[in-house]
């Protein structure tokens, strides 16, 4: 792919949200969600919400049926499915066999697999049957693969949106960007040696500083520690920001937007709720909260991150396009 052609596609992916948007709005009946993947926390966390009822924001909806696959070879997902299998039937959820069998039963699907080097097999599988597809962090464990995941949509008109709950922590976007100077957060950022670096936990961290600077991030540097790594973004225009990921017995996310008349601390992470609210609203309306370009600029950024730190912290350029 040339660039004009790169460039081209790129502009029809980030359209794609809107002219592509299929709302699924218009039934009598419950929108019906599948679930693909019972190796994430937030599988059981979304369909407890949604399906035990007493909140407003989640009627019209029902987790049906889940498909618990999710890796076979990562130890935490292969500890966690037999458990979350048993768990979620409690809340009326009927599992079967395959992600074929799921898909005739359902309206729209949570891919949750915790494995981001399944995600484009099984988005694939969901996109070709046209239903509307959220997934879970990571979209996928390469650009190469989350660009082939949006194209895919385009060509098939279907809506896809992928997140992580901490781009909605408090006080992320209520400031004047006009006056944004960098930022600084930090996270846990565990890794796993089937995913590069920060596709495991630490793109928590990658979302904020990307729902804060934008897209346009343009080189990267990362300096690694004995328990932790800072990661050194420049943005165009030259701004910079940096993420500072811990990898031991560390549990907290925040951080601080620093602006010509001051700076801005944020919020503390309360939970998925504010995550399941855009999700179902996405389920809903068909169009993404989230641009295309800067999921994307997440995955480029993260790949260049991996590069920087095993080439001892020299700075990388971001390549949006493979």
Known sequence: ?????????????????????????????PIKIGIIGLDSTHALAFTRAINKGGNSLYDGFKVVVAYPYGSKTIPLSKERIPKFSE???????????????????VDCVLLETNDGNLHLEQALEVIKAKKNL??????ANSYSDAFKIFHAAK?????VFSSSALRFIDGISDFDRSKLIGATVYCPAPTEPTHKDLYWYGIHGVEMLFRIMGPDCINVRSFDGIDSTIYIGTWKGGKQASL???RKEFEDFGGTIFLENGKKDLGKFTGYEVLLEQILKFFKT???PVPEKETLGICAF?????????????????????
């Open 244 to 246: 500072h990921g811990m």
């Open 155 to 159: 060509e098939n008109h279907v809506p």
């Open 286 to 288: 068909g169009i993404s």
């Open 1 to 29: 792919m040339d660039r004009r052609d790169f460039i081209a596609s790129a502009t029809a992916l980030t359209l794609s949200s809107t002219l592509f948007a299929k709302s699924i709005w218009n039934q009598n009946t």
């Open 302 to 322: 993260i790949d260049a991150a991996t590069i920087s730190k095993k080439k001892g912290g020299k700075e990388i350029k971001l390549q949006t396009h493979k």
């Open 134 to 139: 959220f997934i879970d962090k990571p979209i």
């Open 87 to 105: 768990e979620i039937q409690q809340y009326g959820v009927k599992l079967v066999e395959s992600i074929s069998i799921l898909l005739e039963q």
